[in-house]
């Protein structure tokens, strides 16, 4: 246990479904973000966000929405996915910039 | 363009000898760079880092070595373990980035025993 919590761990959904991600943390971290993994290829940023407040949105499609209800807890709402966005969901966190991220799981995700 | 870039997909070392695991970046202004590891099924965990005011960070059998004219660093893990089988990524930040760090592809390291 890392101190950063993903739910689910697994998700399958069809093409119109709707789901969410959620992420948890208590280490007393103020930035949460969302990282996307496919294989072979770098982890890619989608959202930042520093207290609360979206500070980065890497070009993310719109079928992908962040929420961030309190330093605490980041959600990732997902609808109308493709197959393509099958890939492994990281959350983390950190205590200012850079140094010292700490991940979640990941939820793999499954689009069929 | 990939501003870090990890060229080795994988590399194979025998157990007990040495692992070196390179990184390049393009971008000048990067000056922290991190090491992470990551296993099956897992979030990738902080091993170590390297502030570029450095050439040289170690910590007990890890060492990441820093050439910024080159723009080059490399972990070292000596002597390398079965457990340290792994997924190894590189990342490197700049000055008032928002945050973000820059990812490589990744390095699988496979100790043979």
């Known amino acids: 246990e890392t101190g950063v919590t993903q739910t689910p761990r697994h998700l399958v959904m069809g093409m119109t479904n709707k789901k969410s991600l959620k992420c948890e943390q208590h280490l007393g971290h103020n930035a949460m973000y969302w990282y996307k993994q496919s294989a072979k290829k770098p982890l890619e940023l989608m959202f930042v966000y520093n207290f609360k407040e979206q500070t980065e949105n890497n070009s993310v499609p719109s079928r992908f929405s962040p929420e961030c209800p309190n330093s605490s807890h980041l959600f990732l709402h997902l609808h109308t996915l493709q197959p393509e966005d099958s890939a492994l969901y990281l959350c983390?966190?950190?205590?200012?910039?850079?140094?010292?991220?700490?991940f979640g799981s990941g939820t793999r995700l499954t689009v069929v | 363009d990939q501003q870090v870039k990890q060229n080795s997909p994988s590399l194979s070392v025998q157990e007990g000898r040495i692992s070196i695991l390179n990184c390049d970046y393009t971008?000048?202004?990067?000056?922290?760079f991190l090491w992470y590891k990551k296993y099956p099924a897992e979030g990738p965990t902080f091993l170590i880092s390297?502030?570029?005011i450095k050439d040289k960070n170690e910590d007990g059998r890890f060492t990441v070595f820093l050439n910024k004219s080159a723009k080059h660093l490399s972990l070292h893990i000596v002597p390398s373990q079965p457990g340290d089988s792994a997924v190894y990524f590189c990342?490197?930040?700049?000055?008032?980035?928002?945050?973000?760090?820059?990812w490589g592809a990744g390095t699988k390291l496979i100790i043979k025993p």
């Open positions: 390297i502030s570029s």
């Open positions: 971008n000048s202004m990067f000056d922290y």
């Open positions: 990342a490197a930040s700049a000055p008032r980035s928002n945050y973000q760090l820059i």
């Open positions: 983390a966190s950190s205590l200012g910039q850079g140094n010292g991220y700490t």
